[in-house]
């Protein structure tokens, strides 16, 4: 499976960003998916995964209630609506695939996009 993120960008803060990711392939809807998000100087970090229906969503307390993780299996794309962005929200952003049930942990993913960047200004 190949991911391609994308949707990135500089918003003011309180704005909002879509990101998406497209899946190569025909298996799409085999794979969990999970957004993640790397700082500079951070360890990557759990954001967002859903589940291969997507009827199981599961957030990082710092984005629950803000972000939002939807699929389309038709399409072969996930997505992560942010909302109200706070410059802490500043990062890389990486969607990731993996055989099986959603994952907070990456070492459990098998595949990764390229990452999109995304800079909220104060």
């Known amino acids: 499976v190949q991911l391609q993120a994308c949707g990135g960008g500089l918003v003011q803060a309180g704005g909002f960003l879509r990101l998406s990711c497209a899946a190569s392939?025909?298996?799409?809807?085999?794979?969990?998916m999970g957004w993640f998000r790397q700082a500079p100087g951070k360890e990557r970090e759990f954001v967002a995964a859903?589940?291969?229906?997507?009827?199981?969503?599961v957030y990082a307390d710092s984005v629950k209630g803000r972000f939002t993780i939807t699929r389309d299996n038709t399409k072969s794309t996930v997505y992560l609506q942010m909302n109200s962005l706070k410059p802490e929200d500043t990062a890389v952003y990486y969607c990731a695939a993996r055989s099986g049930a959603a994952s907070y942990t990456p070492s459990q993913y098998d595949y990764w996009g390229q990452g999109t960047l995304v800079t909220v200004s104060s």
């Open positions: 859903i589940s291969r229906s997507g009827g199981i969503t």
């Open positions: 392939g025909r298996t799409f809807s085999t794979y969990a």
